[in-house]
């Protein structure tokens, strides 16, 4: 009967609308989960009798599924180094297991933390995976977890000292011959350098500049001699010293320096070798304007480093945008512990909930293609940011509305449908 029919329609609307409403409570909850895709529902009619007859009238309706958007949510800067974002497609790995299941999850969630042992892991606690530095810091090809060294940083002894400066093509040679034991009142410039020993000890080395005509200079490195193995307490070691020529024009014409310089810290490695680097001269094929000069300017550094370090502590992680993972140590090193996997799909509808902001992969999503962030149509990356839910608040409620009315508008079928009942039944009457 055509009125029967019309208040089960009306009751398939209303089970539709009420499973909606459940869809939408679900987004307006998670407006402020980080990594967050909302769902909307699609409906589908249904058939009132056989297929291709022309004059049936439709069942009603019913919720055909709820899908999810994938939409990009807006980045917010954290200023938490741990907080990774992705904008684009793609997703954080993590391994675990979650609600019994164990294997690789999927996130938009960036909210990562160190474990206790130096392993990236996610607020679940689940291991976050990528590609492993190895020791010569290149990355490996397999995916496992990220693993920060909390063990201490081995010191690295200084090996090469690089000075770039300017000497005063106007200075005069010092009236008093060079004597390391005096080396202010003979030399017209110095600078000191902190460089490290086998066991990260640090240790000042001075070099004294000394003009000895015009365009000549001599320089001489010197240590203290109560560092140096086997010298006495109180003076300077000279353990090294090189002769430096320079054309009219003040470029670095060539420099005699008599190799590396050995030189034996107390209780260190003995005879550890310092390069001094002073810029390529024009006799070795530079232009011999990189390094040091003489021009008519006041003598003056304009940088100056060396190679060596002490021991440190891990301090800090770091995360740039192509998704390297580094620990930050307190001596000032930085060394990289991983790269960050970014998994991409074929189909992200077909991704299958797991909960707690996490996917996993299945037969309509595909497998999961590996790689990194930037790379092969995957998002870029974005430091120190989480992405937000994707949620529109304003276009829930409004969707509130409209579910709203749906609801009493189907049950306003049913109650009329009532009424048309209720006049057959009193025609008997």
Sequence with gaps: MSITKAMYAGVSGLSAESNTLSIVGENIANTNTVGFKRTRATFENVLGGAIGAPDNAGGGVRLGR?????????????GQATDVALSGDGFFVVNGTLGGVSGNFYTRAGQLTVRHDGVLVNPQGME?????????????????????????????PSAKISVTANLDASATPPTTPWDPQNP???????????????????????????????????????????????ANPGENVEFATGQ???????????I????????????????????FDFGTSIAAGGTGLGGTTQFGSASAISAQSQDG???????????????????????GQTVAAGKLAIAKFRSNDGLGRAGQN??????DSGEAALGIAGEGGRGALAAGALEQSNVDIAEQFVGLIAHQRSFQANSKTITTADQMLQELMAIKQ
Excluded at 66 to 78: E, K
Aim: hydrophobic share 40%; charged share 15%; no cysteine.
């Design 244 to 254: 430096m020529t320079f054309d009219s024009a003040g470029a670095l014409q060539d």
């Design 309 to 331: 370090y002490s021991s440190g502590d891990l301090a800090g992680v770091k995360i740039d945008a192509d998704g390297t993972v580094s620990g930050v140590y307190s001596n």
């Design 128 to 156: 976050v995976q990528g590609y492993s530095a190895n020791a010569s810091g290149r990355f490996d090809g397999k995916v496992g977890a990220i693993q920060l060294s909390t063990a201490q940083l081995p010191p690295k």
């Design 358 to 363: 996490m996917w996993v992969a299945t037969r």
């Design 184 to 230: 202010g009142a003979s030399s017209n410039f110095s600078t000191t350098m902190t460089v490290y020993d086998s066991l990260g000890k640090s240790h000042s080395v001075d070099l004294y500049f000394s003009k000895t005509g015009a365009g000549t200079w001599d320089v001489h490195a010197l240590a203290k001699g109560d560092e140096v193995a086997g």
């Design 256 to 275: 005699q320096w008599g190799g590396p310089a050995p030189i034996s810290f107390n209780g260190a490695t003995p005879n550890q070798v310092l390069d």
């Design 66 to 78: 709820a899908q999810q958007i994938f939409a990009q949510g807006a980045l917010m800067n954290t």
